[in-house]
């Protein structure tokens, strides 16, 4: 990505960028917030759905991808059944699992994946740990450097505390998820990267 907007969940949309399957040709976007991963998405030339709850949000993200092709924006609960979203190539959602049941939001983003498509998820979770608090400690450094040299992205969307711990994320996911690909990164994240068989 080159734009220079940066904060903790822009550091980590290369995650989920490098995990698009090499035959992509739908992506959705869980939670898209203020539209800075569909842009990254779409602007791979990937038709993109982005998906929010949030009205604001919604409009968000459509002045951020008012000037690219193939972006539907669509204001709606990933959660809901009545809501028709087909599948996908690949499911992204930053910063968003935290605001959903976790089994269940886990658990409906993966049957929106084609088989063979990719689940990827980049999420916030509660330190409980000392590794936990150890990670936190150095990630806090790194922000700060982070900040000073690029600068800071406020987020617009709606937020919220994490109250799931890191440890209770891995072992829910192991489980509903096998082969799932899991990750604790600093800056406050983590990944899973998780394909469909098939």
Do not use: K
């Amino acid at each position: 990505m080159t734009d220079a907007r940066w904060n903790h969940n822009v550091e980590h949309y290369e995650v989920l960028l490098r995990a698009l399957p090499p035959h992509c040709s739908r992506v959705l976007d869980v939670g898209c917030g203020d539209g800075l991963l569909t842009r990254a998405v779409a602007e791979r030339g990937i038709p993109v759905v982005a998906l929010d709850v949030d009205a604001g949000s919604v409009a968000t993200t459509r002045a951020e991808v008012a000037d690219l092709d193939d972006v539907e924006v669509v204001q709606g609960d990933v959660m809901d059944p009545d809501l028709d979203l087909g599948i996908f190539d690949a499911v992204l959602s930053v910063a968003t699992l935290h605001h959903l049941p976790l089994e269940d939001g886990l658990r409906r983003m993966s049957e929106l994946v084609a088989p063979g498509g990719v689940l990827g998820v980049v999420g916030i979770a509660r330190s409980r740990s000392l590794w936990d608090l150890s990670h936190d400690a150095v990630g806090a450094v790194l922000a700060r450097v982070r900040r000073r040299r690029r600068g800071w992205w406020e987020v617009t969307a709606p937020t919220r505390r994490p109250t799931t711990s890191y440890t209770r994320v891995l072992r829910v996911a192991t489980l509903l998820l096998p082969g799932v690909r899991y990750r604790r990164h600093l800056l406050f994240r983590y990944s899973l990267v998780w394909t469909r068989p098939g």
